[in-house]
């Protein structure tokens, strides 16, 4: 009950971080830990010079906890750090039927951690509800030319597959919680998926965002949250944990874009959060005179 001037009511529905690229780890109502697309490579690996492009500072030695693992697609960037993850906390994997095979007899997976999925499906796991949406995620929007050694980690040939599985098929969410917080994660190119949540009113969108597609796409991202009605956007893809600030030019950017919102009087907005930080979502309710 609020009965005093300055009284505040908060309760807390979410947890999370990001990492780097799509790595975010997310603690759930039920006090399970999601981590999705695992990138934590250790600082004194040896890695090729893309591959250490992703080297942020922190390991899976620095993750809370780890019941589930979900995998969007299966570029290098976004399964590298399976093994450290499986070894110390054994989850269970999330991941498309394309690619389930190959990447079980790549890192040496047992079938019963893992937990293919199809397009489309709706799954229950009791911390949570899991509908997966088929979206597209080629490096040059649907210009690139696979070859098994174009992305990380040259010479590697079953990570070169992986690769090649990673540009064809890309797996996009919508989680349900208990508390009924509907969260969007989306990796796929801009055009292809977006409008696909629409119909399903999500609170948060975690939305793949390219530097190259900024100025062309402030009204189109700011409509976004006018048309699912989301509370909150942030973006994925340009976080940095190298101990520098956010960068300027993406600051920028969400700035435009939240003055578009509240030109239109929408209650969403876009965060660009601090990578490697903790936030809390809920609500809040303050009484005051």
Known sequence: ???????????????????????????????????IDPLLPDPNGEYDAMTRRFVSGKTAKDLEGCDYVFITHTHFDHILSIPDVMERFNPRIIVNAYSA????????????????????????????????IRGTHNTDRGK??????????????????????????NQNFLLTLPNNLRIVYDSGDYEASLSNWKQYHPNIIFRRYEKQILDDHIENMAQVLLDTGAQFMFPLGLL?????????????YVEKVNAVLEKKCAYGRMIYPMPGQWYSLGSTISARQ
């Open 1 to 35: 009950m609020i009965n005093n001037k300055n009284e505040t009511f908060t309760v807390e529905a979410l947890q999370f971080r990001f990492f780097k690229e799509n790595c975010c780890e997310m603690k759930l109502p039920s006090g399970k830990t999601l981590l």
């Open 144 to 169: 690139q030319v696979f070859k098994f050694n174009s992305l990380g980690m040259d010479g590697d040939k079953g990570m070169s597959e992986l690769n090649a599985l990673g540009g064809l098929f």
């Open 101 to 132: 095979a190959a990447l079980a007899q790549y890192y040496g997976l047992f079938i019963n951690r893992m937990c293919v999925t199809e397009h489309g499906g709706e799954y229950d796991f009791g911390d949570f509800k899991l509908l997966t």
């Open 240 to 252: 940095d944990i190298k101990g520098s600030d956010r960068d300027a030019e993406s600051m920028e």
